[in-house]
Every structure is written in structure tokens, then in C-alpha cells.
């Protein structure tokens, strides 16, 4: 029951995170405006740091005071399901062999109804993107499940110079972002995992808060520090600001890595005379290739899916990344809506990661499987 709920809280976290969805679909109506689309517009539309700030704010007290009832529903409904489960093993009905098997044979087929039920409802999105880009005109409006063959949407894509600077842009920031992430992530996740100080327990506590609250939470205070550093408008601020999101993923992570890696290592290379800088770089790292590379590869698809600061603190197209292109792509008149364009970039954007993937899957797992089991 704990898994459960962290589960849910984590996945409560998320879906109050969600600002791209929520800004393409209900940004232009007041009826179904989220509170992180309104903090957004007041702090960079109407130029209200202050009441931006407070509605920032108050996107905080209402996600912290979410955490705290579903922390404490679940240790409740987890108590209740122990008594539950206690007064059932006392009392529990004996069957006829028959009865058992039907009893598996009804478990067997509803788990792979449930798994096939899941695959569907998270896959046929993506293929109904594919489908999608190979129509144009009138047949986007017809349903079929067997694509049209049509790449004209492509073509238009890869001849539309905004969108391939776009993606430069993307690579850029992220590759830049993820590196530096993962320099600083590997010394502060060895500081943590190695050596021992009082607020070291506080330090992970604040980095994991950091990593799993929203992002309009410090929308106002990046947007303070962009300006004052001078990175407005520059792909430089957003590699600044991504840090903010990787920075604390990459940490948590390779920190429990380093924590299950043997300590006799460390102590014989300090027997030796190494320094902690030498240990680090010559004894640990070559050991933690799995898990830099897992981390890396999902810090860059965090920097490379980013939404909200890429629309915040860039205003000029040949700056722009690729959610926000997607998102501002126009069609030949004001009436017409590029619904087969939009469709080609989402699955022109996902290639490359789908890639990266499944070239670096058995490393992926490795690195994120490595401190399951001890021993």
C-alpha cells in the first residue's frame, strides 16, 4: 500500500505539472484556464511579477496540501486493507480443485484483457499521429485506421526554415544542459551518497521536492534571474533554466547509484592516498557508465520535451525550441489549421528519442535496475 500511494501522489504531482496540454487546449478559454496558465500570463503577459508570485504561490500551498491528504488517505485506506487482509486469512473459504482453476483461468484472462486494454490506450496515440500526417485536405476528417501514404506534410516541414532551426535549437539546449547537469549531478550525488554531514539528509529532501513540483512554482523567480543575468531571448537562458530540472533528477539519481556501490573500493583507494577527486573520477566512475548514461539519456528527453520556459523566455523564432514550434505552427490562412503539419513534427520530434532508446536500452536498464538487489 505505501507504493501505491507514492505511486499516487507522484502521479497527482505530474498531472498537476502538466502545463503544454493544458496551454494548447484551454489557454484562450477563461472557463477552463488552469491556475499555471494563469500565473503564467500575469507574470509574462500583463507584466505582474507581483501577483504572478502570488499565484505561484498558491500553485505550492495547494499541491502541498494535496501531498498531505493523499499521504494520509493512503496510510489509512493501507490500515484498513491489513485488517482487511488479517480477517480474511482467518476465515478464509476452502474450493474444489475446479473452482481454483476457473478461478485462474478468469485471473489470467482478465490480467492480459487489463495489459492489452493499457498497451492500446497508451500506443494507438502515436499511431493515430502517424496515421494523421500522411493526410492532407479533406481526408484528415475521414477515419481510417490504415495511413495515406501522403509526405507532402514532411516535405513542407523539412522546407520550413523555422521548424529545422527549431530543432537545432532543441539539440543544442538539451545536449548542453544534460552535460552540465551530469558534471554537477556526479559531484553532488558523490557528496551525498559518500560523505556524511548533518544536512546531507535535508539536501535530497529539498532536491527531490525540486524535482517533482511545477515548474510555474519558481516561473517568477527564473523569470527575475533570466533578466538580470541578461539571457532573455537567448538559448543560453534556456540552458540556464533547464538546470532547474535536470540539475535535481540527475542527482537523485546517480545518488542512490553511488550508495550501493561497494565501499571497500573507496576504502582501499584511500589507503592508497587517493583524494576524493581521484576516487571519484578514476575508481567510482568508470563503475557508474549504466547509470550516466540511463540518467543522461532521460535528462535529455526532460530538456528536450520542455515547454513552459522555451514559450516564456523566448520570443523570436530562429531562438525557439521544438515544443514551442510545434505549437505555433500556422497554416496558409488564418482559417486553416496545419492539423496534418502539427501531426508530421510530433512524429518528426519523436524519432530521435525513440532512437536513443533503443540504442542505449540495455544501458537504460542497467543503470536504472543496478541498486534493486544487493548482494
Not at 490504415?146 to 516541414?157: E, T
Not at 525540486?210 to 539571457?231: A, C, N, R, T, Y
Request: hydrophobic letters at 55%; proline letters at 4%; glycine letters at 8%.
Amino acid at each position: 500500500m505505501p507504493a501505491i500511494g507514492v505511486a499516487i501522489l507522484f502521479r497527482t504531482l505530474d498531472a498537476l505539472r502538466m502545463f503544454d496540454l493544458s496551454y494548447v487546449l484551454a489557454a484562450n478559454n477563461e472557463n477552463t484556464m488552469t491556475m499555471s496558465i494563469y500565473a503564467r500570463d500575469q507574470l509574462i503577459s500583463f507584466q505582474d511579477l507581483g501577483l504572478g508570485a502570488a499565484a505561484s504561490t498558491w500553485v505550492f500551498m495547494i499541491i502541498g496540501m494535496i501531498a498531505i491528504v493523499i499521504v494520509g488517505l493512503c496510510a489509512s485506506i493501507g490500515r484498513r486493507v491489513e485488517k482487511m487482509a488479517m480477517t480474511a486469512s482467518t476465515a478464509g473459504r476452502r474450493y474444489s480443485n475446479a473452482t481454483y482453476r476457473a478461478m485462474r483461468r478468469l485471473k489470467t484472462v482478465g490480467l492480459y484483457a487489463g495489459v492489452a486494454a493499457v498497451l492500446a490506450y497508451m500506443l494507438f496515440p502515436y499511431y493515430w499521429a502517424i496515421v494523421s500526417s500522411t493526410k492532407t485536405g479533406q481526408a484528415l476528417y475521414q477515419f481510417t485506421l490504415l495511413p495515406a501514404l501522403d509526405f507532402s506534410n514532411y516535405w513542407q516541414l523539412f522546407n520550413n526554415p523555422v521548424f529545422m532551426g527549431a530543432l537545432v535549437n532543441s539539440g543544442v539546449v538539451a545536449l548542453v544542459s544534460t552535460a552540465i547537469s551530469l558534471v554537477i549531478g556526479i559531484l553532488g550525488a558523490y557528496a551525498l551518497g559518500r560523505l556524511h554531514f548533518p544536512p546531507g539528509r535535508m539536501v535530497l529532501i529539498a532536491v527531490l521536492m525540486i524535482s517533482v513540483f511545477p515548474q510555474v512554482v519558481v516561473l517568477s523567480g527564473m523569470f527575475e534571474v533570466i533578466g538580470w543575468l541578461g539571457l532573455y531571448n537567448r538559448p543560453s537562458g534556456l540552458i540556464v533554466s533547464y538546470l532547474i530540472l535536470t540539475l535535481p533528477f540527475t542527482t537523485w539519481i546517480l545518488t542512490s547509484f553511488i550508495r550501493d556501490l561497494p565501499k571497500e573500493l573507496e576504502e582501499a583507494a584511500l589507503v592508497d592516498g587517493c583524494s576524493r577527486l581521484r576516487i571519484l573520477t578514476h575508481v567510482l566512475l568508470p563503475l557508474m557508465g549504466p547509470a550516466i548514461a540511463s540518467t543522461g539519456l532521460l535528462s535529455f528527453i526532460l530538456a528536450w520535451n520542455e515547454f513552459l520556459f522555451a514559450l516564456t523566455f523566448i520570443l523570436t523564432d530562429e531562438n525557439r525550441t521544438v515544443p514551442v514550434a510545434i505549437g505555433l505552427l500556422t497554416g496558409s490562412s488564418r482559417y486553416e489549421y496545419p492539423f496534418g503539419q502539427i501531426m508530421a513534427a510530433s512524429v518528426t520530434v519523436t524519432l530521435p528519442l525513440l532512437a536513443l532508446v533503443l540504442v542505449f536500452q540495455r544501458k537504460i536498464v542497467a543503470g536504472l535496475t543496478s541498486g534493486a538487489v544487493k548482494g
